[in-house]
């Protein structure tokens, strides 16, 4: 869909040197009333046309024709109208003037991944829910900042430092980049530098060559190369072993990558956006991360603010997380009293948004008729339990045993004797809760096995 005639048939002409089927079109109106006498897999159309523009028809076929894919082209300079094709369901863009490689690897792409979408149409909610990619909630002023950081760089490939406490949505906003980027439809790897044992760090990131040791039975890709074509995410940075950064600065500068045991190098190309919560300046001065690393990582930096510092979000929040909850357990409850969610706003957060998503599941899965309850606050936030915000262990010390008992006595109290609930105030399993029961005779002898 293209107003202007000779670009058109130079699109059309490109299209079919390559086999595909064309139909062209000058209207929205022509192109939908085509689209209904014979429909197409994929659209491309311009951003800027007479009358109804291209939103205006990605918009229709969205609605009425949603198995076709959608390629809108936008003119340079123009990257917020990208972006916002995007969001409302375009499948790429392209920005004009294009070359005919860029044109033919767009169309490839945006009808391959069309595909492996409809093959994946069969998921279930809750697994769409956890796949969903800008997922990011806030209209605070310092969460505006950052959606318009990330919108500028998603249409680059630059690197791009993430910092920002933990909990509060480095991942998520990784996440966001990676899927307003031309990379979307390329993989999204995460590789989190604190989860893996120091002596595997290097086969992760780098790949192993069968036999490379013992144990290696078979070939494994490392996260780099798996990432070709894509993003990849180097979580919790800050954690990786000094040993690994100069092989890992290496394999950044020169886009190649060695499996340990193996003499080839291998050719990457992955966009690198990485995340921390220290601050790596800080952990450079103290020898304990690299400067040339750091300064090859920190090319561009966005810095996610704390929940406390947007107290203003935490209501949207909340009503985000209970619809969450509702939708993946399948239950219904009221909204939050006010005197409850003002508990929620005052709150320090020193876990930040993961914290609040945690005591937001937990209310309402403990909830009763539908009825959320102060009650059912875990320790610092419901100030019942000796968890409390402002508990400290007195200078003579405590009898630990005495003081667990108490806790446990507490908490059947809290709620009524149901001792599965008992167990979720103080945030134990089950059996370790009845464990303790037992262990300080706590547990009535004729219900020993619920
Ligand atoms: N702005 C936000 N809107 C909605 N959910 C968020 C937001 N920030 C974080 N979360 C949620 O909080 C949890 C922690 O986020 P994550 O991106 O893993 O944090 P980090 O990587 O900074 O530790 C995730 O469940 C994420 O979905
Ligand atoms: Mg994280």
New binding site residues.
């Given amino acids: 869909m293209e107003d202007e005639i000779d670009q058109r048939k130079l699109l059309a002409g490109i299209l079919r040197g390559e086999g595909y089927a064309v139909a062209e079109t000058g209207s929205v109106d022509a192109a939908l009333a085509d689209l209904a006498a014979a429909p197409v897999d994929l659209v491309m159309s311009d951003w800027k046309l007479p009358g109804r523009d291209g939103m205006e028809l990605l918009t229709e076929v969205k609605a009425r024709f949603p198995e076709t894919a959608f390629l809108m082209a936008t003119a340079y300079g123009t990257i917020a109208h990208a972006v916002a094709a995007v969001r409302a369901g375009a499948d790429d863009y392209l920005t004009k003037p294009f070359e005919r490689a860029a044109l033919l690897l767009a169309v490839e792409r945006t009808l391959r991944s069309r595909r492996l979408v409809d093959e994946n149409r069969r998921l279930s909610e809750e697994v769409r829910d956890r796949d969903r990619l800008v997922?990011?909630?806030?209209k605070s002023p310092s969460?505006e900042r950052l959606y318009r950081q990330v919108e500028k760089l998603a249409g680059t490939d630059a690197t791009v430092l993430l910092a920002?406490?933990?909990?509060?949505?480095?991942?998520?906003?990784a996440r966001a980049l990676h899927a307003l980027s031309r990379r979307r439809t390329g993989p999204f790897v995460a590789v989190n530098a604190a989860a893996i044992p120091e002596t595997l760090v290097e086969s992760e990131f780098f790949g192993a060559e069968k036999g490379a040791y013992t144990g290696a039975d078979r070939m494994r890709k490392g996260k780099l190369e798996q990432a070709q074509g894509g993003t990849l995410f180097l979580?919790e940075l800050g954690e990786l072993p000094l040993s690994m950064q100069p092989k890992l600065l290496r394999a950044l500068q020169e886009g190649v990558v060695t499996r340990i045991g193996g003499s080839s190098e291998i050719a990457t190309d992955a966009r690198i956006l990485a995340?921390t919560?220290r601050d790596l300046a800080q952990e450079v001065a103290a020898g304990r991360f690299r400067e040339d690393l750091y300064y090859r990582l920190n090319v561009v930096s966005v810095t996610?603010p704390p929940l406390r510092e947007r107290r203003e979000?935490i209501p949207l929040?909340v009503r985000?997380f209970v619809a969450r909850t509702e939708r993946r357990y399948g239950i219904r409850v009221e909204p939050f009293p006010s005197a409850l969610l003002a508990r929620m706003v005052d709150h320090g957060w020193p876990g930040?948004?993961?914290e609040?998503?945690n005591v937001v599941e937990r209310l309402v899965l403990l909830s009763e008729g539908g009825r959320v309850s102060e009650g059912d606050l875990p320790g610092p936030l419901g100030g019942k339990a000796p968890a409390d915000a402002g508990w400290r262990l007195p200078p003579g010390g405590v009898s630990w045993e005495e003081h667990e008992k108490d806790a446990l006595r507490q908490a059947l109290d809290i709620s009524g004797g149901n001792r599965a609930r008992a167990a979720r105030l103080l945030d134990l399993p089950y059996k370790a809760f009845l464990y303790r029961l037992e262990k300080f005779g706590l547990a009535p002898s004729d219900e020993q096995q619920t």
């Fill in positions: 997922d990011l909630v806030g969460m920002g406490e933990s909990g509060t949505g480095k991942e998520l906003a979580d995340a919560n996610l979000d929040l985000h930040n948004v993961r609040l998503a």
